[in-house]
């Protein structure tokens, strides 16, 4: 069974690191892209990156470049996502999914997120 | 990066067929896809590509492209089919992902 399996909810200060997890599962991690959503509480989804295990190639929205880090090791199967220094604004939960790309008879391509995480809550505050 | 837009909310009847749409330039390029998001869990890929549906997907759920809009059809909603749906692109300019404002949809 292909599944991502996320750590568990964290309450942080502001000012202090964090490391979230995503272990995958039941398929070739090097071979697939996988990213991190965002969701502030009562909000939307906003995609924030991806990250390529087989290469460690990685791409931020514009939205969260430079405020995160998202990264991959091979050797666990594992994506993580990183702050450095927390915001409030960071509370959020957040999802991470396996992102793939297909494209249509008629020629169009087509992205999507076959496989998620259940969710991680991030919770900020003094 | 482009957007792609949602109405906010749509309610339909018991049995009845609604649909929902995603507007935005990124379609012109790039098919949309579809989840389900219910409160407290993650979101559930419904519709991806021309019309296909995952496994466990019910065939109420179909998909449809045309020029800058992408379309969710639900034929004969059933009360389960209740939640917050989201449209998904990426934009081939400069490669992000994008989604939609969300669609909350009520089941009367």
């Known amino acids: 069974e292909v599944q991502l399996v996320q750590s568990g909810p964290e309450l942080k200060k502001p000012g202090e690191s964090l490391n979230i997890s995503c272990q995958a599962s039941g398929y070739k991690f090097n071979k697939y892209w996988i990213g991190w959503v965002r969701q502030l509480p009562g909000k939307g989804l906003e995609w924030m990156g991806v990250v390529y295990p087989g290469d460690s190639d990685t791409r931020y929205s514009p939205s969260f470049q430079g405020q995160v880090t998202i990264s991959a090791d091979r050797s666990t199967n594992t994506a993580y996502l990183q702050w450095s220094s927390l915001k409030a604004s960071a509370t959020a939960m957040y999802f991470c999914?396996?992102?793939?790309?297909?494209?249509?008879?008629?020629?169009?391509?087509?992205?999507?997120?076959?496989?998620w995480g259940k969710g991680t809550t991030v919770i900020v505050s003094s | 990066s482009s957007e792609l837009t949602q109405d906010p909310s749509v309610s339909v009847a018991l049995g009845q067929t609604v649909k929902i749409t995603c507007q935005g330039d990124s379609l012109r390029n790039c098919y949309a896809t579809w989840y389900q998001q219910k409160p407290g869990q993650a979101p559930v890929l419904v519709i991806y590509g021309e019309d296909n549906r995952p496994s466990g997907i019910p065939d109420r759920f179909s998909g449809s492209n045309s020029g800058d809009t992408a379309s969710l059809t639900i034929t004969g909603a059933q009360a389960e089919d209740e939640g917050d749906y989201y449209c998904?692109?990426?934009?081939?300019?400069?490669?992000?992902?994008?989604f939609g404002s969300g669609t909350k949809v009520t089941v009367l």
């Open positions: 999914a396996r992102h793939r790309r297909g494209v249509t008879t008629n020629r169009f391509d087509y992205y999507y997120m076959d496989v």
């Open positions: 998904v692109s990426r934009d081939t300019i400069d490669n992000q992902y994008v």
